[in-house]
């Protein structure tokens, strides 16, 4: 191979400057490249995080240029302009000109190529060929003239002995493939294709051989089978070791262009290719090994008719490159479709290749494919079984996969391939049992997470395969793990006669390979019930309320995302059969094909002794049914007997029998937990039968909630030692297991997906008249019958919103369908509008409060969920709750009332629902017509459920003192599902669920009641026993991890997030039921509700291997941003404009500090660090100070910039509404700072800052809109707390002993306060701590003693948590709704929301830095300098580490997720000094988490001088 370096030098000069250095990115770009070439360009475009001072960057005067002058931008790129048509003609004109000069040209240029000159005249010519070419437009060309230069470029370029015309001439074919398509047709007539691919095959030059691949690309894509003949394959691939990457790119896409349409004879000499294109797929390069992926995929499938042609494509090593692509610790991350399409190849070989088979196993695929699964997106799942794109989605493939690796019957493949599959199997039993054992698990496992009816199938199938196959021995293995007995009982309930087949096939097979095994589990499991369940529904919904819903629906087709059409489940894995061709098949199960077999199994395996109504019962089921029965009796009982304490000690025992079984030595089935009653009969003695009352008739007695709060304080007292940590096996951690498996395999929410749903500009009339960017329903609106009241409108057919309420529905009908009889209507209605209530706006609904508002609230609910609206009932609200004030119309559809809580679109699923099963939305619910009834509504009593509360008031004597009023108050008023019968055990579990977990997180305040009245009866004398420990549960104990996941499915399916398309039962089990899902999900679920836009996002392009947390500022990713000047020295001064400025917008705020450089995250982040620490300052008036002494409270005065001493969290502090004024602060600039820390805190949680806040549990449940009550005082002040607890202990007991002994007498010895007189502790009735708030006046209320003790603790209690802080909480909470309302975040527990404000408590987990920490630029993992860095984070105390993060991010505390959820990545790297390091200081960019660390001497000197940087180098942001 020549040397053309000197040479090419020299030709360099000649050349344009763009000319000089040909490659493959030389070349404009051209859009008739492969689809998934431009998709990985655009990919490969992102711009990647910035090393240089981000903090300094020039965007800061660019943004603030745009804002500043906007008439500029808004005149930009107009076309509106005078002078605009003109100039468009000067450039048609030019343009005529340069096109008729290039022709000209060109007939020069042809006429010197032409004619018989010397090489010098030729490279002249062709040079100045090129560059008329480079520069020309497709009309300078006509066809007769690149049919004249072709024959004239390929003879030159076939030239053979000066390179330089073969270079240039080459050149001039790419060009003119380039600029005019057309002319490859014309060039392969003339032999190009031959020319070129000789110069590959003999490489003599380099840059020539380089230039013919360029110009082979072209011709590729309008002649691939020109090329595919010419042998353009083996000439790209036989030295393409040679280039460099960008070059081997171009040889790939030239192969990749022929494969994609290779004809149906595919010749002999492909397979030359194979070992070449087998070996690449080893390349590191992503966009080199996605060409191949495509060429190897093609070839695959014109081979798949021929074993022996797919036999010689695996000898080459394909199957193991392409196992090892796939496996997630893969180097190389590949888009989705070709993921999805080195899965398919593997599948169509499998299918036809004996020997990809056999290394499929001896690779251990089932285990790569098992991390496939546990990693995969299953939304993006079967929601049809369709090609999208020529790509079926992954677990359509993976499925696919399992199922050809497990052959089980002949179907469209050989015969003699079939036995060859399964004698490897008989013959190394091994392989097949180390592949079940990785497969079933996860099958099991992806079936309970609520897959849809495709998945479901698909798993169920692999599993029948999986049992038909294995014998008996390794059948009892692969089982032994597996709970399948309670998994078919699961299964058992699914609809689908599809899915019913197979699970009693397993069932069968099973029976019959290990029937003394597995005969008595599926008894105890009800897999027997369930199968007589399908021969006898009647008698079984009455003996089994569990499979009550199992029917068998008739043969019907599933609804499909893209496209209405008829599929068969039959045919949906079938790989030889197309997609249209098994679309037309019929089903092939017959009509009783699952009566027939069902009655088999009964036949043949269960005696008929089990078919009697108590015989076939389990002695733990009899044994659990008496249990519940004793419960029942009892509950009979205490409703007519007020023998409290005997009753209390009954529930107590039979508690602890049924915990005893439940936790025994014979463990207890779902089946017989269900079936047994128990829940029922648990949940109707704890509520006393209230929680089956409807709400609107739901008036509840305070003797009725002090009879429920004892019984809680029973269950919490056996269910929740206070002694012991709970454990696994503790009693409530067995029964919220119990419960939790009981609901996943009760519970049948559908999830809704609409992956190919496209969004496309229509007009809806209804309701607001205005363009939307999705599809609009067609509907008829028709008067009901019998109404003379309202006009008929049925004569228009009109386009409705999909997401528009009822109520907005029914704002535009009104109007137009009410006989106006008189005036009356309107006034009563205007009238109740305009009494104080606000109005409720719907979340398409005009806004009356103005712009701001009106973008505030379409956004809280454009994303189909709803602003959550929690059910707890404050005494500290003084402010009616928003309501309808009046419903006009009733609306029905098909016969059903519409929910007025849901959209039209939701209310239209859910009775499909209803009528189907399970559903995925098609195109055809879009071109329906749906006729919707409306009717007068009949006046209604009350329209929020959780207002038609009412509590008795107690009488004065009453010792029924409810500490958990509001809690039980809100329990009985929630609405857990509104499409659940409250007969429904599914109902029952979500309430005994719900009851637990609000019982595990009250655990303190029941107790501590029942020591109370412990004391009061004398069963102790010591006020030290009064304090109790108690163990609560974990949170996650009680996320149901099935719900979670198809909420995860439902929220990442972006259309039906979109379209308002999500089911009601995301949004009512969210509301009343939060903690069932995991806290990510319902971080997700906040921003979709509270943030999201309108608008599909793009599913990602990658599978990422990454399990860290979201990073939260990504939901404001696209929002425009907006640059605010704040100055250091008046911090809160600032942060009041910006908020009176931007808290309403939907805006992005980013700080700079006055006079100084640094802009962007660090600095934002920074100024609410800031913010925080300013709020905290004593002498505010904000917050309860440390007051253990006069002289401290006075000292506030003094030093205002102290910051206020709260171990416990800071509260606010309590005022007197006779007070205006106090130590010289006013009230109203309290007021406001409250209002201004609203605003900071949800602006700080919509752009995704941390703030630094030691705000209280206690803060934290007001914010969430929870009652405090005595026992919560302990949190934030616990010595008041534990006095106020021992006060009512002594009062209580006071009144206990007056009840029952004659003697009043003896009181006096029980009348002390440790061991002093309540008289002589000298209490007057002023709040402790705050000798200006008067609890009360009158005689009797000077000084406190015995007597009014019990009033004086509780006026403190008031005080502190009600009535004294109840106007700051109030403007807090108005603060806080300007930016987003408040309603959202109530779905968090008071844990949750501190680390949704504030990030993680902890640094970080130090074990785990190597794994978030990026190095760079001269460092290493292992670099001594960095290793230093690691020891010396570990050595820091508290504060110093939050020195070093703010340092580093902005921030003393990490974003939500820690370490892992840091964006950008926290990276270290060299910095390079220019004299000695240990004289210079490390410096950071905070904006992108940037540390530049001196490579220090020793650890001593980079601590010194860390140390000294996070100390001195906070408060200014300059160039480092």
Same mark, same amino acid.
């Given at each position: 191979m020549?040397n053309?370096g000197?040479k090419?030098?020299?030709?360099?000069?000649?050349?344009?400057?763009?000319?000089?250095a040909c490659?493959?990115l030389?070349?404009?770009?051209?859009t008739?490249?492969?689809s998934?070439?431009t998709?990985?360009?655009?990919?490969?475009?992102?711009?990647?995080?910035?090393?240089?001072?981000?903090?300094t960057?020039?965007?800061?005067?660019?943004?603030?240029?745009?804002?500043?002058e906007?008439?500029?931008?808004a005149g930009?790129?107009?076309?509106?302009?005078?002078d605009?048509?003109?100039?468009?003609?000067g450039?048609?004109?030019?343009q005529?000109?340069?096109s008729?000069?290039?022709?000209?040209?060109?007939?020069?240029?042809?006429?010197c190529?032409?004619?018989?000159?010397d090489?010098?005249?030729?490279?002249?010519s062709?040079?100045?060929?090129?560059?008329?070419?480079?520069?020309?437009?497709?009309?300078s060309?006509?066809?007769?003239?690149?049919?004249?230069?072709?024959?004239?470029?390929?003879?030159?370029?076939?030239?053979e002995?000066?390179?330089?015309?073969?270079l240039?001439?080459v050149r001039?074919?790419?060009?003119?493939?380039?600029?005019f398509?057309?002319?490859?047709?014309?060039?392969?007539?003339?032999?190009?294709?031959?020319?070129l691919?000789?110069?590959?095959k003999?490489?003599?030059?380099?840059?020539?051989?380089?230039q013919?691949?360029?110009a082979?690309?072209?011709i590729?894509?309008?002649q691939?089978?020109a090329?595919?003949?010419?042998?353009a394959?083996?000439?790209?691939?036989?030295?393409?070791?040679f280039?460099?990457?960008?070059?081997?790119?171009?040889?790939?896409?030239t192969?990749?262009?022929?494969?994609?349409?290779?004809?149906?004879e595919?010749?002999?000499?492909?397979m030359?290719?194979v070992?070449?294109?087998?070996?690449?797929l080893?390349?590191?390069?992503?966009?080199?090994?996605? $060409?191949?992926? #495509?060429?190897l995929? @093609?070839?695959?499938?014109? =081979?798949?008719?021929? /074993?022996q042609?797919l %036999?010689? &494509?695996?000898?080459?090593?394909?199957i193991?490159?392409?196992?090892?692509?796939?496996?997630?610790?893969s180097?190389t991350?590949?888009?989705?479709?070709?993921?999805?399409?080195?899965?398919?190849l593997?599948?169509?070989?499998? $299918?036809?290749? #004996?020997?990809?088979f @056999?290394?499929?196993?001896? =690779?251990?695929?089932? /285990?790569?494919?098992? %991390?496939i &699964?546990s990693?995969?997106?299953?939304s993006?799942g079967?929601?049809s079984?369709h090609?999208?794109?020529g790509?079926?989605?992954?677990v359509?493939e993976v499925?696919?996969?399992?199922?050809e690796?497990l052959?089980?019957s002949?179907?469209?493949q050989?015969?003699?391939?079939?036995?060859?599959?399964?004698?490897?199997?008989v013959?190394r039993?091994?392989?097949?049992?180390?592949?079940?054992?990785?497969?079933?698990?996860m099958?099991?496992?992806?079936?309970?997470?609520?897959?849809?009816i495709?998945?479901?199938?698909?798993?169920l199938?692999?599993?029948?395969?999986?049992?038909?196959?294995?014998?008996?021995?390794?059948?009892?293995?692969?089982?032994?793990?597996?709970?399948i007995?309670?998994?078919?009982?699961?299964?058992f309930?699914?609809?689908?006669?599809h899915?019913?087949?197979?699970?009693?096939?397993?069932?069968?097979?099973i029976?019959?390979?290990?029937?003394?095994?597995?005969?008595?589990?599926?008894v105890?499991?009800?897999?027997?019930?369930?199968i007589?369940?399908?021969?006898?529904p009647?008698?079984?919904s009455?003996?089994?309320?569990?499979?009550?819903?199992?029917?068998?629906?008739?043969?019907s087709s599933?609804?499909?995302a893209?496209?209405?059409?008829?599929?068969?489940l039959?045919?949906a894995?079938d790989?030889?059969l197309?997609?249209?061709?098994?679309?037309?098949?019929?089903?092939k199960?017959?009509?009783?094909s699952?009566?027939?077999?069902?009655?088999?199994?009964?036949?043949?395996?269960f005696s008929?002794?089990?078919?009697?109504?108590d015989?076939?019962?389990?002695?733990?089921?009899q044994?659990l049914?008496?249990f519940?029965?004793?419960l029942?009796?009892?509950?009979?009982?205490?409703?007519n007997?007020?023998?409290?304490?005997?009753?209390e000690?009954?529930?107590?025992?039979?508690?602890?029998?049924?915990?005893?079984?439940l936790?025994?030595?014979e463990?207890?089935s779902?089946?017989?937990?269900?079936?047994?009653?128990i829940?029922?009969s648990?949940?109707?003695?704890l509520?006393?039968?209230?929680?089956?009352?409807?709400?609107?008739?739901?008036?509840i007695p305070?003797?009725d909630l002090?009879?429920v709060?004892?019984?809680f304080?029973?269950?919490a007292?056996?269910?929740?030692?206070?002694?012991?940590n709970?454990?696994?096996d503790?009693?409530?951690s067995v029964l919220?297991?119990k419960?939790?498996s009981?609901?996943s395999?009760?519970?049948?929410?559908?999830?809704?997906l609409?992956?190919?749903?496209?969004?496309?500009?229509?007009?809806a009339?209804?309701p607001?008249g205005?363009?939307?960017?999705?599809p609009?329903?067609?509907?008829?609106?028709?008067?009901?019958?019998g109404?003379?009241?309202l006009s008929?409108?049925?004569?228009?057919?009109?386009?409705?919103?999909?997401?528009?309420?009822?109520?907005?529905?029914?704002?535009?009908?009104w109007?137009?369908?009410?006989?106006k009889?008189?005036?009356?209507?309107e006034?009563?209605c205007?009238?109740?509008?305009?009494?104080g209530?606000?109005?409720h706006?719907?979340s398409?609904?005009?806004s009356?409060?103005g712009?701001?508002s009106?973008?505030?609230?379409?956004?809280?609910?454009?994303?189909?969920?709803?602003p959550?609206?929690?059910?707890?009932?404050?005494?500290?609200?003084?402010?009616?709750?928003m309501?309808?004030?009046?419903?006009?119309?009733?609306f029905?559809?098909?016969?059903?009332?519409?929910?007025?809580?849901?959209?039209?679109?939701?209310?239209?699923?859910?009775?499909q629902?209803?009528?189907?099963?399970?559903?995925?939305?098609?195109?055809?619910?879009?071109?329906?017509v749906?006729?919707?009834?409306?009717r007068?509504a009949?006046?209604?009593?009350?329209?929020?459920?959780k207002?038609?509360?009412?509590l008795?008031?107690?009488?004065?004597?009453?010792?029924?003192?409810?500490?958990?009023?509001?809690?039980f108050?809100?329990l009985?008023?929630c609405q857990l599902a509104?499409?659940?019968?409250?007969?429904s055990?599914?109902y029952?579990?979500?309430f005994?669920?719900?009851?637990?977990?609000?019982?595990?997180?009250?655990?303190?305040?029941?107790?501590?009641?029942?020591?109370?009245?412990?004391?009061?009866?004398?069963r102790?004398?010591?006020?030290?026993?009064?304090?109790?420990a108690?163990?609560?549960?974990r949170?996650n104990?009680?996320?149901?991890?099935?719900?979670?996941?198809?909420?995860?499915?439902?929220?990442?399916?972006?259309?039906s997030?979109?379209?308002?398309?999500?089911?009601?039962?995301?949004?009512?089990?969210?509301?009343?039921?939060?903690?069932?899902?995991s806290?990510?999900?319902?971080?997700?679920?906040?921003?979709?509700?509270?943030?999201?836009?309108?608008?599909?996002?793009?599913?990602?392009?990658?599978?990422?291997?990454?399990?860290?947390?979201?990073?939260?500022?990504?939901?404001?990713?696209?929002?425009?941003?907006?640059?605010?000047?704040?100055?250091?020295?008046?911090?809160?001064?600032?942060?009041t404009q910006m908020?009176?400025?931007?808290?309403?917008?939907?805006t992005?705020?980013?700080?700079e500090?006055?006079?100084?450089?640094?802009?962007?995250?660090?600095p934002?982040?920074?100024?609410?660090?800031?913010?925080?620490?300013?709020?905290?300052?004593?002498?505010?008036?904000?917050?309860?100070?440390?007051?253990?002494?006069?002289?401290?409270r006075k000292?506030?005065?003094?030093?205002?910039?102290?910051?206020?001493?709260?171990p416990?969290?800071?509260?606010?502090?309590p005022?007197?509404?006779?007070?205006?004024?106090?130590?010289g602060?006013?009230f109203?600039?309290?007021l406001?700072k409250?209002?201004?820390?609203?605003?900071?805190?949800a602006?700080?949680l919509?752009?995704?800052?941390?703030l630094?806040?030691?705000?209280?549990?206690?803060?934290?449940?007001l914010i969430?809109g929870k009652?405090?009550?005595?026992y919560?005082i302990?949190s934030?002040?616990?010595?008041?707390?534990?006095?106020?607890?021992?006060?009512e202990?002594?009062?209580?007991?006071?009144?206990?002993?007056?009840?029952?002994?004659e003697?009043?007498?003896?009181?006096?010895?029980?009348?002390c306060?440790?061991?002093t007189?309540?008289?002589?502790?000298?209490?007057?009735?002023?709040?402790?701590?705050y000798?200006?708030?008067?609890?009360t006046?009158?005689?009797?209320?000077?000084?406190?003693?015995?007597?009014?003790?019990?009033d004086?603790a509780?006026?403190?209690?008031?005080?502190?948590?009600h009535t004294?802080?109840?106007?700051?909480m109030e403007?807090?909470?108005?603060?806080f709704?300007?930016?987003?309302p408040i309603?959202?975040?109530?779905?968090?527990?008071?844990?949750?929301?501190?680390?949704?404000?504030?990030?993680?408590?902890?640094?970080?987990?130090?074990?785990?830095l190597?794994?978030h920490i990026?190095?760079?630029?001269?460092?290493t993992?292992?670099?001594?300098?960095?290793?230093?860095?690691?020891?010396?984070?570990?050595e820091?105390?508290?504060?110093?580490?939050r020195?070093?993060l703010?340092?580093v991010?902005?921030?003393?505390?990490?974003?939500p997720g820690?370490?892992?959820?840091?964006?950008?990545?926290?990276?270290i790297?060299?910095?390079?000094?220019s004299?000695?390091?240990?004289?210079?200081?490390p410096?950071v960019?905070?904006?992108?988490?940037?540390?530049?660390?001196?490579?220090?001497?020793?650890?001593?000197?980079?601590k010194?001088?860390?140390?000294y940087?996070?100390?001195?180098g906070?408060?200014?942001?300059?160039?480092s």
């Amino acid at each position: 191979m020549g040397n053309r370096g000197q040479k090419r030098m020299e030709m360099a000069v000649d050349l344009p400057d763009d000319k000089r250095a040909c490659s493959s990115l030389d070349f404009r770009p051209s859009t008739s490249n492969s689809s998934v070439q431009t998709h990985l360009n655009s990919t490969n475009s992102t711009p990647e995080t910035h090393h240089n001072d981000m903090d300094t960057s020039s965007s800061a005067s660019a943004s603030s240029r745009s804002e500043e002058e906007p008439e500029k931008d808004a005149g930009y790129g107009s076309c509106d302009s005078d002078d605009a048509e003109p100039r468009h003609r000067g450039l048609r004109e030019l343009q005529r000109r340069r096109s008729s000069s290039d022709h000209g040209k060109l007939r020069s240029i042809l006429a010197c190529l032409s004619e018989d000159t010397d090489p010098s005249r030729h490279i002249t010519s062709l040079t100045e060929l090129c560059e008329v070419l480079s520069f020309a437009m497709e009309d300078s060309l006509s066809s007769m003239m690149a049919d004249s230069l072709s024959p004239v470029l390929v003879k030159l370029a076939r030239h053979e002995t000066n390179p330089d015309i073969m270079l240039l001439a080459v050149r001039a074919i790419t060009y003119l493939c380039d600029i005019f398509p057309r002319s490859s047709g014309l060039l392969v007539r003339h032999d190009a294709v031959p020319a070129l691919c000789q110069r590959l095959k003999a490489i003599e030059y380099l840059d020539v051989a380089e230039q013919c691949l360029q110009a082979l690309e072209k011709i590729s894509r309008d002649q691939p089978h020109a090329c595919l003949e010419g042998g353009a394959i083996m000439a790209a691939l036989t030295y393409i070791d040679f280039f460099s990457t960008s070059i081997q790119r171009v040889a790939l896409s030239t192969v990749a262009n022929i494969c994609k349409k290779l004809p149906s004879e595919c010749p002999s000499h492909l397979m030359e290719a194979v070992p070449i294109l087998s070996n690449l797929l080893q390349y590191e390069d992503r966009q080199l090994v996605e $060409s191949v992926a #495509i060429c190897l995929i @093609k070839i695959a499938e014109q =081979l798949s008719q021929s /074993s022996q042609m797919l %036999d010689e &494509l695996c000898s080459h090593g394909l199957i193991n490159q392409t196992t090892h692509l796939l496996n997630l610790n893969s180097r190389t991350t590949l888009s989705q479709p070709i993921y999805y399409g080195l899965i398919g190849l593997l599948v169509k070989i499998s $299918s036809g290749s #004996i020997v990809a088979f @056999k290394t499929l196993y001896e =690779l251990n695929i089932g /285990s790569v494919l098992k %991390d496939i &699964l546990s990693t995969y997106d299953l939304s993006h799942g079967m929601s049809s079984p369709h090609m999208v794109d020529g790509h079926c989605n992954q677990v359509h493939e993976v499925l696919k996969l399992l199922n050809e690796l497990l052959p089980t019957s002949v179907g469209d493949q050989c015969v003699q391939l079939v036995l060859d599959k399964q004698s490897f199997l008989v013959d190394r039993p091994d392989l097949l049992q180390n592949f079940g054992m990785d497969i079933l698990p996860m099958l099991i496992q992806v079936v309970n997470s609520g897959a849809n009816i495709f998945v479901c199938y698909g798993c169920l199938s692999v599993i029948n395969k999986l049992v038909y196959l294995s014998k008996s021995d390794m059948l009892i293995e692969l089982l032994k793990s597996a709970n399948i007995p309670s998994f078919l009982a699961g299964v058992f309930t699914r609809k689908d006669h599809h899915v019913l087949i197979l699970a009693l096939e397993i069932a069968e097979m099973i029976l019959q390979k290990l029937s003394d095994t597995f005969l008595n589990s599926f008894v105890k499991e009800g897999v027997f019930f369930a199968i007589d369940a399908l021969l006898t529904p009647e008698k079984c919904s009455q003996l089994f309320p569990a499979f009550s819903g199992i029917q068998l629906f008739p043969s019907s087709s599933q609804k499909c995302a893209g496209r209405e059409v008829l599929r068969c489940l039959c045919y949906a894995f079938d790989t030889g059969l197309s997609s249209s061709a098994s679309e037309k098949q019929s089903c092939k199960l017959d009509k009783d094909s699952v009566h027939n077999l069902a009655k088999s199994i009964i036949t043949k395996y269960f005696s008929p002794e089990l078919f009697g109504s108590d015989k076939g019962l389990t002695d733990i089921l009899q044994d659990l049914r008496s249990f519940s029965a004793g419960l029942t009796d009892l509950m009979n009982v205490c409703t007519n007997n007020e023998a409290h304490a005997r009753d209390e000690e009954k529930f107590y025992c039979i508690l602890h029998q049924i915990m005893e079984k439940l936790n025994g030595r014979e463990p207890v089935s779902t089946f017989e937990f269900i079936e047994s009653g128990i829940v029922k009969s648990l949940v109707t003695y704890l509520t006393n039968g209230l929680y089956l009352r409807d709400n609107a008739e739901l008036h509840i007695p305070h003797g009725d909630l002090f009879v429920v709060e004892k019984r809680f304080e029973v269950l919490a007292r056996l269910l929740l030692p206070y002694s012991d940590n709970l454990s696994e096996d503790s009693p409530v951690s067995v029964l919220i297991q119990k419960l939790q498996s009981a609901l996943s395999s009760l519970e049948n929410f559908p999830v809704i997906l609409s992956h190919s749903f496209k969004l496309r500009s229509s007009y809806a009339t209804v309701p607001y008249g205005r363009c939307i960017a999705h599809p609009c329903l067609r509907v008829r609106f028709v008067r009901g019958d019998g109404e003379t009241c309202l006009s008929d409108f049925s004569e228009d057919l009109l386009t409705v919103d999909p997401f528009s309420s009822l109520e907005a529905i029914e704002g535009y009908l009104w109007p137009k369908v009410t006989i106006k009889e008189s005036k009356d209507v309107e006034s009563d209605c205007l009238m109740d509008q305009m009494n104080g209530q606000p109005l409720h706006l719907s979340s398409n609904s005009k806004s009356i409060l103005g712009e701001s508002s009106e973008s505030m609230e379409h956004e809280s609910t454009s994303a189909g969920l709803t602003p959550v609206k929690h059910d707890s009932i404050s005494s500290t609200s003084g402010v009616p709750k928003m309501q309808d004030c009046k419903i006009k119309l009733t609306f029905d559809l098909d016969g059903q009332k519409l929910e007025r809580t849901l959209t039209l679109y939701q209310a239209i699923l859910q009775k499909q629902i209803k009528t189907d099963g399970e559903v995925i939305a098609g195109a055809k619910l879009w071109s329906q017509v749906y006729t919707i009834i409306y009717r007068r509504a009949m006046e209604s009593k009350c329209n929020d459920p959780k207002n038609c509360v009412h509590l008795h008031p107690i009488s004065d004597g009453d010792e029924a003192r409810l500490h958990c009023a509001a809690f039980f108050s809100s329990l009985f008023a929630c609405q857990l599902a509104f499409e659940l019968d409250k007969s429904s055990p599914i109902y029952d579990i979500l309430f005994l669920l719900k009851s637990l977990e609000g019982m595990n997180r009250l655990t303190c305040h029941l107790i501590s009641h029942e020591r109370i009245r412990a004391y009061a009866e004398g069963r102790f004398d010591n006020l030290d026993d009064l304090k109790v420990a108690v163990h609560s549960l974990r949170q996650n104990d009680f996320v149901n991890s099935k719900l979670t996941e198809k909420l995860e499915q439902q929220m990442r399916d972006s259309a039906s997030v979109s379209t308002g398309g999500v089911p009601s039962w995301c949004n009512q089990l969210m509301a009343s039921c939060p903690f069932l899902f995991s806290f990510e999900a319902r971080c997700k679920y906040f921003q979709l509700a509270a943030f999201a836009p309108r608008q599909v996002q793009p599913h990602p392009l990658y599978r990422s291997n990454s399990g860290a947390p979201t990073d939260r500022r990504s939901a404001a990713v696209g929002l425009p941003r907006k640059k605010f000047l704040v100055c250091r020295n008046r911090i809160l001064e600032s942060a009041t404009q910006m908020m009176d400025q931007h808290a309403r917008n939907r805006t992005l705020l980013e700080v700079e500090y006055d006079e100084e450089v640094g802009s962007g995250l660090g600095p934002t982040l920074e100024f609410y660090t800031l913010v925080s620490h300013e709020f905290q300052k004593s002498g505010m008036g904000m917050w309860r100070d440390d007051h253990s002494s006069v002289t401290v409270r006075k000292s506030l005065e003094i030093e205002n910039s102290d910051i206020v001493m709260s171990p416990f969290g800071l509260f606010p502090c309590p005022w007197s509404a006779a007070v205006d004024t106090s130590y010289g602060i006013q009230f109203s600039d309290v007021l406001k700072k409250f209002v201004l820390l609203g605003q900071v805190v949800a602006k700080a949680l919509q752009d995704g800052r941390v703030l630094d806040l030691p705000f209280s549990k206690a803060f934290y449940k007001l914010i969430l809109g929870k009652e405090l009550s005595l026992y919560d005082i302990q949190s934030f002040d616990p010595e008041l707390g534990r006095t106020l607890l021992e006060f009512e202990a002594i009062a209580y007991r006071k009144k206990h002993l007056e009840s029952t002994s004659e003697e009043r007498s003896t009181f006096g010895l029980e009348s002390c306060f440790r061991n002093t007189r309540v008289e002589d502790l000298c209490l007057d009735f002023t709040l402790p701590g705050y000798p200006d708030y008067v609890l009360t006046f009158g005689p009797d209320h000077k000084m406190v003693n015995m007597n009014n003790l019990e009033d004086y603790a509780e006026l403190v209690v008031d005080a502190t948590i009600h009535t004294g802080i109840f106007r700051q909480m109030e403007a807090f909470k108005s603060g806080f709704c300007q930016v987003f309302p408040i309603e959202h975040i109530k779905i968090f527990t008071e844990e949750e929301l501190e680390r949704l404000f504030c990030g993680e408590r902890d640094f970080l987990a130090f074990n785990d830095l190597l794994d978030h920490i990026k190095f760079d630029h001269g460092y290493t993992a292992s670099s001594p300098p960095i290793l230093n860095l690691l020891e010396i984070i570990r050595e820091f105390d508290y504060d110093q580490r939050r020195a070093f993060l703010q340092f580093v991010t902005g921030a003393p505390r990490l974003p939500p997720g820690g370490l892992a959820s840091l964006n950008p990545k926290l990276t270290i790297v060299r910095k390079h000094c220019s004299n000695c390091a240990d004289a210079d200081l490390p410096s950071v960019m905070t904006c992108a988490n940037y540390l530049k660390l001196p490579p220090y001497s020793s650890k001593e000197m980079m601590k010194e001088k860390l140390l000294y940087a996070i100390t001195e180098g906070q408060g200014s942001f300059h160039l480092s």
